[in-house]
């Protein structure tokens, strides 16, 4: 028997690789996310003045609730992390509060006449909204292979 204390041998290097290899792809999977919602919400911005035979047409709200629901799921997968819906939901609040705003030229990109932007913006903020709440009330997730 020998008094001396066990050393415990140090992870392997492709364990430590694949950390952050991991990490690394988590936060592109964030930068995506963040992106997609920066894009998602200028495209419902544009459709949100879309007309056909003069007439106002809700597709942008269509669009809103499938690409909210669509980026929530992305970015929950991709960064690992329930908080990860905020990652496109905080550019998609900001440009609407943005376009919501007359600026000193007097434009305003989102009028209180324009019934799709009103309905696109309470559906969509409703959309991520849900989904969040949904990852609140989600079971934790047990992750095999790490």
Same mark, same amino acid.
């Given at each position: 028997?020998?008094?001396?204390?066990?050393?415990?041998?140090?992870?392997?290097?492709?364990?430590?690789?694949?950390?952050?290899?991991?990490?690394?792809?988590?936060?592109?999977?964030?930068?995506?996310?963040?992106?997609?919602?920066?894009?998602?919400?200028?495209?419902?911005?544009?459709?949100?003045?879309?007309?056909?035979?003069?007439?106002?047409?809700?597709?942008?709200?269509?669009?809103?609730?499938?690409?909210?629901?669509?980026?929530?799921?992305?970015?929950?997968?991709?960064?690992?992390?329930? *908080?990860?819906?905020?990652?496109?939901?905080?550019? *998609?609040?900001?440009?609407?509060?943005?376009?919501?705003?007359?600026?000193?030229?007097?434009?305003?990109?989102?009028?209180?006449?324009? *019934?799709?932007?009103?309905?696109?913006?309470?559906?969509?903020?409703?959309?991520?909204?849900?989904?969040?709440?949904?990852?609140?009330?989600?079971?934790?997730?047990?992750?095999?292979?790490?």
């Amino acid at each position: 028997m020998s008094a001396a204390p066990q050393e415990t041998p140090a992870p392997p290097s492709g364990r430590r690789f694949r950390r952050a290899l991991d990490l690394a792809l988590r936060v592109a999977g964030g930068l995506v996310a963040v992106l997609g919602g920066t894009l998602t919400a200028v495209l419902e911005l544009l459709l949100a003045t879309l007309r056909v035979g003069g007439q106002l047409i809700g597709v942008s709200v269509l669009v809103a609730v499938v690409a909210n629901i669509a980026l929530s799921w992305f970015a929950h997968e991709a960064v690992g992390r329930r *908080w990860a819906v905020v990652l496109p939901a905080t550019p *998609w609040f900001v440009l609407m509060a943005v376009a919501a705003v007359r600026t000193a030229e007097g434009d305003l990109l989102v009028s209180g006449d324009n *019934w799709v932007g009103l309905a696109m913006i309470v559906a969509g903020a409703m959309t991520f909204a849900v989904m969040g709440f949904r990852q609140i009330l989600a079971p934790p997730t047990v992750r095999t292979g790490d």
